[in-house]
């Protein structure tokens, strides 16, 4: 069976399916790369998402936890 090369530039939704469904909402996620807080690039219209960035983003995350509102 061969599975599919990663690309290092994946879409937002597909980021999004990496953080888990139910962690949060598209528009939460749309919202934070707006913010900024999210790395990612504009091309026009079009936002791509750095694959080794985001996962070493989400791997920070995941180890600070929640933050204190």
């Known amino acids: 069976m061969h599975e599919k090369p990663q690309t290092a530039m994946i879409k937002p939704d597909e980021a999004l399916a990496l953080i888990g469904k139910g962690q949060i909402s ?37 180890q600070s936890g929640p933050r204190a509102a």
């Open 26 to 62: 598209r528009r939460a996620f749309y919202n934070a790369i707006n913010r900024n807080e999210v790395p990612h690039r504009r091309l026009g219209k079009r936002i791509l998402i750095p694959r080794f960035a985001f996962m070493a983003w989400l791997e920070g995350r995941e």
